[in-house]
């Protein structure tokens, strides 16, 4: 894990995920560069930690954001020939060529990753932020709108925030062109599963990864938590794989503290 740190500007912030190697490439630095924090946090916005943002929420810590954007990255970027060739990111760049990037971001909170996921993917890219609390919903588009960049990319459409329970997803069929195909290229989640939710692997596209904190025993959500990612080949074949552990705040049933633990 990235050392503490108490950055006073973006740039100090970012340059020290930089030198620490938890940013190791080119795009998504230069991403972190464009995308301020202090847009997103409400205080201490340029520390590596996390901050309260009311509702039981809080906007995950730099290096998490930073870790779970570069996990997702093949998965992010538009997927054409001469991009791979001059990305930095080569042959890792995994999609169907032509393919809209579809990108999902659960419990999307203070709306940085929202930002940070489609200023990746590129100008044709769909990406929606899925939050149970309306409040938070709304903070997440009041915040983006804080920069002509953000603000531009929601006046597209093709960024948006939706109130709703992220445990079941978010339906592609009102967003697929063509014959494009239903799901997401890459779901992010960004508060603690009791489990590894099927419906959410249900919905990647193949290819497609899940990345998603989930607590070491099924359904007991005070155990200890850790990174998964689920990857879907391009022939629909499952790989799930444990990473290191976290600390997030859990996914639960919105207006209560309850868990929910039935799905
Ligand atoms: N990734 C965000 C927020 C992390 S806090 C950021 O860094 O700013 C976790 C978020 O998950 C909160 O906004 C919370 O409201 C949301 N959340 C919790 N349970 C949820 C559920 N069942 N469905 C959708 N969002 C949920």
Redesign the pocket.
Same mark, same amino acid.
């Given at each position: 894990m990235v050392q503490q740190n108490s950055a006073n500007s973006n740039e100090s912030l970012v340059e020290h995920m930089w030198r620490n190697k938890v940013i190791t490439h080119p795009m998504v630095r230069s991403a972190f560069l464009k995308v301020d924090r202090g847009q !997103?946090a409400p205080g201490d916005a340029y520390d590596d930690s996390?901050q309260v /943002?009311g509702?039981?929420?809080?906007?995950?810590a730099p290096h998490?954001?930073a870790k779970a954007v570069e996990s997702l990255l093949p998965y992010l970027l538009p997927y054409t020939k001469s991009q791979q060739a001059t990305n930095g990111v080569e042959e890792d760049v995994v999609g169907v060529r032509g393919r809209r990037r579809r990108i999902l971001?659960?419990?999307? &909170?203070?709306?940085? /990753?929202v930002h940070m996921l489609a200023e990746l993917a590129g100008e044709t890219a769909v990406v929606i932020g899925?939050?149970?609390?309306d409040g938070?919903r709304k903070l &997440?588009e009041t915040n983006m709108r804080r920069s002509p960049e953000g603000a531009a990319l929601l006046a597209t459409g093709r960024v948006r925030f939706c109130l709703?329970?992220?445990?079941k997803g978010w339906p592609t069929a009102n967003l697929v062109d063509g014959d494009d195909g239903e799901g997401w290229d890459a779901i992010?989640v960004?508060?603690a599963a009791v489990k590894l939710h099927d419906e959410l692997v249900r919905q990647l596209r193949s290819p497609g990864r899940l990345f998603i904190p989930v607590a070491e025993e099924e359904n007991n959500w005070s155990s200890d938590k850790h990174i998964w990612t689920v990857d879907k080949d391009e022939k629909g074949n499952i790989t799930k794989t444990k990473h290191y552990q976290v600390k !997030?705040?859990? /996914?639960?049933?919105?207006l209560g503290a309850a868990p929910?633990l039935s799905t």
């Open positions: !997103y996390p /943002l509702h039981h929420a809080t906007i995950s998490m954001h971001d659960i419990g999307s &909170g203070s709306g940085f /990753l899925v939050d149970h609390i938070l &997440g709703g329970d992220g445990r992010h960004g508060a !997030y705040v859990s /996914l639960m049933d919105a929910h």
